[in-house]
């Protein structure tokens, strides 16, 4: 069965720090590229940063460059996002996905998704 579970979201100060996980099937570990999407109340998902399953390399968005790291665990078949110096606006659901292509950026080129944990960041 093809399953992503994230954790590690909750509420937090503006300033602090946080760190999602996402474990995979190994099945969809298997796809080339990890990468962590979000999606705030009345906004569309955004991208937010992929991972190279084989070489680690990593993309990041400029919204989020230098702020988020991504990385991953092969052997733990687990991604994370740690998440530095939060803001309110970082504050939305966060979804990690699995997808084919080297550093993909768009969600039409993951083909699964987990469910999704929420992050809210007071001020």
């Known amino acids: 069965q093809v399953q992503l579970v994230e954790s590690g979201g909750g509420l937090v100060q503006a300033g602090n720090s946080l760190r999602l996980s996402c474990v995979a099937s190994r099945r969809t570990f298997g796809m080339s590229a990890m990468g962590w999407f979000r999606q705030a109340p009345g906004k569309d998902r955004e991208f937010l940063a992929t991972i190279q399953r084989s070489s680690g390399s990593t993309y990041y968005a400029d919204s989020v460059k230098g702020r988020f790291a991504i990385s991953r665990d092969n052997a733990k078949n687990t991604v994370y996002l740690q998440m530095n110096s939060l803001k309110p606006e970082d504050t939305a659901v966060y979804y990690c996905?699995?997808?084919?292509?080297?550093?993909?950026?768009?969600?039409?080129?993951?083909?699964?998704w987990g469910q999704g944990t929420q992050v809210t960041v007071s001020s």
């Open positions: 996905a699995a997808g084919r292509g080297l550093l993909p950026r768009r969600s039409t080129e993951y083909d699964y």
